[in-house]
Structure formats: structure tokens, C-alpha cells
């Protein structure tokens, strides 16, 4: 139970139930549109749009150049955009280089490429810990980097919107685009994981 | 809800690499409106971000309750909404709290076989 709750307030559910109806009246929207544009982004956005950039990248040297010289304008040449689809930079992971991504003051994420961002990148810990610790928080979400590895945390604002370019991985060099999309994560396109060879 | 959600299989909620997007029906909602608002031309993105923001970093200052990211983002909005008129302020407080009083069952108009 929340403060608010507990205060005798009404609960964050009949608050929204009372906006929507409120928003409605008004004619400003449609419940229809909010029906059609929530199960958009819960079954149609998901990380699958930035898993093909990330492999076009891999597999296109020219696209790669161009997606870290305006990470904005390359996603959406492959028609990605929308809301907190703008200002996007792509930062490149390698075998010395690694940057993970968070978003210290709003938990702004790059919907159009990932989808909705996971609890865990909203979570006060997260986003406190990561900056301050990177290599111990990586290391509890499972990725182990060697000390030698220069980890760069990126602070996403309304600025920047940071994607990262996950490092491809040794023995896939025979597989196609659309092989190397299936093995392109939502994680290691944040930077918490890296991408695993089939 | 108190039932258990499947995991699996057409009754299962939609997930992102295995997590639920929304912890609650409330929290999809708020979601959607302020999208919807955001593309009818109702605010600028960045004006929702900024109030956003400002929530966050208030329960950040002093970390008084659990932590909801959506319970956040309902403030925002309602904050963005009061600033721009569209909404005045209180309203959907006075609205929530009539809609609080409804007799239980109020959205079963017809008795259960």
C-alpha cells in the first residue's frame, strides 16, 4: 500500500478511471485510440525494431557508419520513430569498450526501438547503483567483464537517448541479417548482457 | 486480481522477454492516456518528461512510500493537465472520490448465473 492509499486518497486506479472519464467529456480523447495504442505497444513495440537495426549494422558497414554518426535519422530510415524515438545515439560495445545505458532521473528508454522499458531499468536501485558501481551491478545481472574492460555508463535525458551497438559475436559470420536478429537482446542493446553466438 | 496469471497459452497476460509491462490494468491506462493526449497535440513530450522528472526526483528526495513508477507518471500527467487547463485542478480528485462511492458490483448490471 502506497502513502497516498493509506491516507485515506483514492487509489491510483479510480484516479485514472476518474482522468480518463474526465479527458473524455472534454472530447480531447478517444477511448478507442487508448484501447488500440496500449495493445500496440504490449504486443506490437518490443525489442524486435532494434534488433534489426543492431543487425543491419553488423551486416551493413555503410548503415553501421551512418548509425553512429545520427543514430535518429538511421532508425528511422528503417522506420522507426515516434515518441522518445528522437535524439537517439548509438554508442558502440567492443572487447575493451563497454557502455550500459540508464536514465538516473526519468527511466527514459527508446520505445520505438526496445519497447517499454523493464521494471528493473525503472527501479530507484538501478538507476542509483549503476552509475556509481557499474562492474559489481553488471556482475549481479549476470555479466562478468574482465578488469581490463572500460565500462562507460550513459545517462539518458531528454537530450540523449542512448542505444548501444552490442559487439557481434565470434562465429556467426556465416549467418544471415535476419539469423543474426533472433540472437540480438533487448539486454544487450541496454548494455547489461552481452550477445551469445546460436 | 487475485487469480494467478498463466505463464502460458492464450489466457497469458502480454510480456516483454518474459516481464509484465503493467503491474495493473491502472497502470496500461495512464500509460495510454498520456500518449493519446501527447499525439491529439495536448502537450510537447519533453513538457510531460520535465513534470515527469520533477515527481520522480520529489519521492527521490525523501522516499517517504513504495516505489511506483506509474503512480509517478499518473501525477505527472495530472500535473501537465492542470498546467495547461485542460484539467483544472481537484477535479479528478472530486471525480475519483464519487466514483469511489459506487455500490459494489456497479460494473455487473446484471446478476451472475
Known amino acids: ?198 | 486480481m487475485s487469480a494467478p496469471l498463466s505463464v502460458d497459452g492464450i489466457a497469458a497476460p502480454p510480456r516483454a522477454n518474459g516481464e509484465l509491462l503493467f503491474a495493473a490494468p491502472w497502470e496500461s491506462r495512464a500509460f495510454g492516456l498520456a500518449v493519446s493526449l501527447y499525439e491529439a497535440g495536448a502537450f510537447d513530450w519533453p513538457r510531460f518528461q520535465a513534470a515527469l522528472i520533477a515527481r520522480i526526483g520529489a519521492w527521490d528526495a525523501d522516499r517517504v512510500g513504495d516505489w511506483s513508477y506509474y503512480h509517478h507518471w499518473l501525477a505527472a500527467l495530472e500535473d501537465v493537465l492542470v498546467d495547461t487547463g485542460a484539467v483544472p485542478g481537484g477535479e479528478v480528485a472530486s471525480r475519483a472520490e464519487a466514483l469511489a462511492l459506487r455500490p459494489a458490483g456497479h460494473d455487473h448490471p446484471h446478476p451472475h448465473p
Not at chain 1, 559487439?167 to 533487448?186: H, I, K, N
Open chain 1, 1 to 198: 500500500m502506497t502513502a497516498e492509499e493509506t491516507a485515506g486518497r483514492p487509489s491510483a486506479a479510480l484516479r485514472t478511471e476518474a482522468l480518463e472519464q474526465l479527458l473524455v467529456e472534454r472530447g480531447l480523447i478517444d477511448p478507442a485510440v487508448v484501447d488500440r495504442l496500449i495493445t500496440t505497444y504490449e504486443t506490437n513495440i518490443g525489442p524486435l525494431n532494434g534488433a534489426k537495426v543492431v543487425a543491419k549494422a553488423w551486416t551493413d558497414p555503410a548503415y553501421r557508419e551512418r548509425l553512429l554518426a545520427d543514430g535518429t535519422t538511421a532508425t528511422k530510415e528503417l522506420g522507426f520513430g515516434g515518441p522518445q524515438g528522437e535524439h537517439i545515439v548509438v554508442v558502440e560495445n567492443s572487447a575493451k569498450e563497454h557502455n550500459v545505458v540508464v536514465c538516473t532521473l526519468c527511466s527514459c528508454y527508446p520505445w520505438p526501438l526496445l519497447g517499454l522499458p523493464p521494471s528493473w531499468y525503472k527501479d530507484p536501485a538501478y538507476r542509483a547503483r549503476v552509475v556509481r558501481e557499474p562492474r559489481t551491478v553488471l556482475s549481479e545481472m549476470g555479466l562478468d567483464l574482465d578488469a581490463d574492460v572500460r565500462i562507460t555508463v550513459r545517462d539518458s535525458s531528454s537530450e540523449v537517448r542512448w542505444l548501444v551497438l552490442p559487439e557481434r559475436p565470434a562465429g556467426t559470420e556465416s549467418l544471415s541479417e535476419d539469423e543474426l536478429v533472433e540472437l540480438v537482446t533487448r539486454d544487450a542493446m541496454v548494455g547489461v548482457a552481452k550477445v551469445a553466438a546460436p
